[in-house]
């Protein structure tokens, strides 16, 4: 009897180590593929990454994939307010046009900083912004900042931005284009009506004084964190030939379209 105890304890225990064995291949990449033997055991060598300081290197079973990185798009900023006619000018013949055309292209990326010529002010613990235009001016650059930091996709913002800057910068109007764009107006609204769009825009107060050179007049632009008056002109009056021959990749269709002329303009 004692000796059929201990044979079925032995038998208990060696049952329960193969069950612990079997349930360690639940513990995940990094016990599976400590070695060859573990990795096969748990039938995942086929597969296996080493992880290893922060890095993963692929298990010398398993061909590496050659990833290719191809060349980083063009950076455009435009820096302008938004009752600025040169600037609501620049928007309907340069820029919305040719974002409609470079937009699934992935060769550009667009920044806004909607502040221009206007001054600011600590009141208390906020601002106080008085602009070229006016106090409408000052809102309208409040409700693009506000709607810019809600809705960095490119896709959404520069739809909306290009409907207020066509139909002017009231919240009535903000409304409406923000239905069009497919975007949420009430954040937009609260945003700027209150401190919120002050700190939002200071930021953008901010960006546009660190210009370097600074800026003289909007719209300003800059193209990869530069400004030439090569670039000036270029931008503003054949954006689409500007950043087509400035990326350094296989050019999209839409560049075959471009006019190679380019106007300078003096300011």
């Known amino acids: 009897m004692l000796r059929f105890l201990v044979l079925a304890s032995a038998l208990v225990a060696l049952s329960l180590a193969a069950e612990s064995k079997k349930n360690e291949c639940h513990k995940g990449p990094s016990y599976w593929c400590q070695n060859d033997v573990i990795a096969t055991k748990c039938g995942v060598k086929s597969f296996c990454n080493i992880i290893k300081d922060g890095k993963i290197r692929f298990h010398p079973s398993v061909p590496k994939k050659t ?3 191809g060349p980083p798009p063009v950076n455009v900023s435009f820096y302008y307010e938004s009752l600025c006619p040169g600037c609501r000018g620049v928007w309907r013949d ?7 055309k470079l937009a699934s292209s992935g060769i550009v990326n ?3 900083i909607p502040y221009g010529n206007a001054q600011e002010q600590p009141y208390g613990s ?9 106090s409408a001016e000052c809102l309208g650059n409040l409700i693009e900042t506000c709607a810019i930091h809600y809705n960095p996709d490119a896709s959404k913002i520069i739809p909306f931005l290009h409907c207020l800057e066509e139909y002017g910068p009231t919240q009535t109007n903000a409304q409406y284009c923000a239905g069009i764009a497919k975007i949420d107006y009430n954040t937009i609204y609260t945003c700027s009506e209150g401190d919120e769009g002050k700190q939002l825009e200071h930021r953008m107060a901010l960006k546009t004084e660190a210009l370097n050179p ?15 008056t090569a670039i000036q002109n270029g931008l503003s009056s054949n954006m689409l030939a500007t950043i087509c021959n400035a990326y350094t990749g296989a050019k999209p269709a839409a560049c075959s379209q471009a006019k190679q002329t380019i106007c ?3 300011h």
Do not use: A
């Open 126 to 134: 906020s601002w106080y912004f008085t602009c070229q235009h006016g």
């Open 67 to 69: 990833v290719e990185v």
């Open 214 to 228: 600074p800026h003289q007049y909007v719209p300003w632009l800059t193209m990869n964190g530069q400004h030439t």
């Open 94 to 100: 340069q820029l919305y046009p040719t974002y409609q």
């Open 264 to 266: 300078v303009k003096k």
């Open 110 to 112: 667009f920044e806004f």
